[in-house]
């Protein structure tokens, strides 16, 4: 292994070939899922061999990965292997054996999507009858096992009062943290999304009332710059140079991107081996190469450019054009001068 | 007397809610809120070690350990390259 090589720390993997909900922003499920989907051997050949390459941390996300059909058994080799394991679900599905697995070893953190605390704003979102309930009995049923949670609610919006009524039933469940994510225009968010439908200024002052109005357990998914000093400590960031993606069919991707954008995939589990994947894939190589350092506009000249990355690089692919493209909202905000002075930097 | 410097590349950047240490060569990047914070400034504003310890003893009367503490954060930041 070259010693340039930096080490797979994440992997991200979609074992199911689609979703049960049909959401309103999803950018990874934005068209349906052909191919063929990868065997339980073959997950657990290919999460052998991460482990191998130093891999920790897995995420099984999707699309929905509880619609995995031997989902129960991969999720209890995942355990053997993986210290840290986090599930991201919409929750409306509880297949036989999982609370099960669950209590054998628990996973590290599961986030459940919740948008709306009225369940006809969540159930039109999501597209399906019936979604909001079965996701809140699942994210109570996580606090009852004592798993480390979170509810995901993803708003296009800067009105607040959905915000408000969402941490009251955070609060009700019992549900360890509430995460705002901004819906991208990618996938089915270009028609309804976050960043397009308002002014930075509103923005902004969402942001600023987010932090300044609302309980600490509330993370607004909002780059580094943007947020104040006292949110820095606990800020997590996409670490996208030491991540790599799996699609269904066993694509290797950037986390999950190549569902939609076939440039950002290359090679297939098991014709190529992880390391293969990792060492040799144009995808990574063009990752490594060009990050953080070739970054442009405000995020190349801001201090958090080397952890933050961008913030996404998905999302600046969308509304930049490129890996390198600068993150939207703190390009806008530098534009209309709200960006702070105190997070830039001469280079 | 103690003269307390930033190194070479780090800067201190003050905000609201708190300061940031940041290293231009490294990319290092260390939040400092409260106490941590008010020492960061004074060191920035030049103060040596005993002007430092002077002020946090008329903020903080009834601490008895601030030398001590002043110690360990100075060595802290001098571990992380962030003092000469």
């Given at each position: 292994m070259s010693s340039q090589l930096p080490t797979l720390g994440v992997l991200y993997i979609n074992p199911a070939g689609g979703c049960n909900l049909h959401c309103r922003h999803c950018w990874v499920n934005e068209g349906s899922f052909t191919g063929e989907l990868l065997s339980l051997e073959n997950w657990k050949e290919l999460l052998s061999q991460s482990v191998a390459e130093g891999?920790?941390?897995?995420?099984?996300?999707?699309?929905?990965?509880?619609?995995?059909?031997?989902?129960?058994?991969?999720?209890?080799?995942?355990a053997s292997l993986f210290p840290r394991i986090v599930i991201e679900t919409n929750g409306t599905?509880?297949?036989?054996?999982?609370?099960?697995?669950?209590?054998?070893?628990?996973?590290?953190?599961?986030?459940?999507?919740?948008?709306?605390?009225?369940?006809?704003?969540?159930?039109?979102?999501?597209?399906?009858?019936?979604?909001?309930?079965?996701?809140?009995?699942?994210?109570?049923?996580?606090?009852?096992?004592?798993?480390?949670?979170?509810?995901?609610?993803?708003?296009?919006?800067a009105q607040r009062q959905p915000v408000v009524d969402m941490i009251k039933l955070a609060q009700q469940i019992g549900t360890g943290t509430l995460k705002i994510n901004f819906i991208t225009p990618s996938g089915r968010g270009k028609s309804d999304n976050f960043f397009d439908k308002n002014p930075i200024?509103?923005?902004?002052?969402?942001?600023?009332?987010?932090?300044?109005?609302?309980?600490?357990?509330?993370?607004?998914?909002?780059?580094?710059?943007?947020?104040?000093?006292?949110?820095?400590?606990?800020?997590?960031?996409?670490?996208?140079?030491?991540?790599?993606?799996?699609?269904?069919?066993?694509t290797f991707s950037l986390c999950g991107v190549a569902f939609s954008r076939k440039e950002m995939a290359w090679g297939k589990f098991p014709a190529i081996s992880v390391h293969d994947a990792w060492e040799n894939s144009p995808v990574y190589k063009m990752i490594r190469s060009s990050l953080p350092h070739d970054i442009e506009g405000v995020c190349h000249r801001c201090i958090h450019r080397d952890s933050c990355i961008g913030q996404c690089v998905v999302n600046n692919m969308e509304t930049g054009g490129a890996v390198?493209?600068?993150?939207?909202?703190?390009?806008?905000?530098?534009?209309?001068?709200?960006?702070p002075e105190t997070r830039l930097i001469e280079r | 007397m103690e003269k307390l410097e930033y190194a070479k590349g780090v800067v201190f950047r003050r905000e609201p809610a708190g300061g940031i240490l940041f290293n231009i060569d490294t990319g290092d990047l260390q939040v400092t809120e409260g106490v941590a914070f008010g020492i960061c400034d004074m060191i920035d504003n030049g103060k040596d070690k005993e002007k430092i310890l002077s002020e946090l003893r008329k903020h903080y009367p009834e601490e008895q350990d601030l030398e001590q503490d002043l110690d360990d954060f100075i060595k802290e930041l001098k571990e992380k390259g962030a003092l000469v």
């Open positions: 891999c920790s941390y897995l995420k099984l996300t999707g699309g929905e990965p509880l619609l995995y059909h031997d989902i129960v058994p991969l999720y209890r080799y995942s599905l509880q297949p036989e054996g999982l609370w099960e697995a669950f209590a054998e070893k628990k996973p590290f953190h599961v986030s459940v999507s919740l948008d709306n605390a009225e369940a006809r704003l969540h159930d039109e979102f999501r597209g399906q009858r019936g979604a909001w309930e079965k996701t809140v009995e699942f994210a109570e049923k996580l606090v009852k096992n004592n798993i480390s949670n979170q509810i995901i609610m993803s708003v296009s919006t200024e509103d923005i902004i002052e969402f942001f600023t009332w987010i932090d300044k109005e609302t309980p600490r357990g509330v993370l607004p998914s909002v780059p580094a710059a943007l947020l104040p000093v006292n949110r820095l400590k606990n800020h997590g960031y996409c670490p996208v140079r030491n991540l790599m993606g799996v699609l269904p069919d066993g390198t493209s600068p993150d939207i909202l703190c390009q806008r905000a530098y534009e209309a001068g709200l960006f | -």
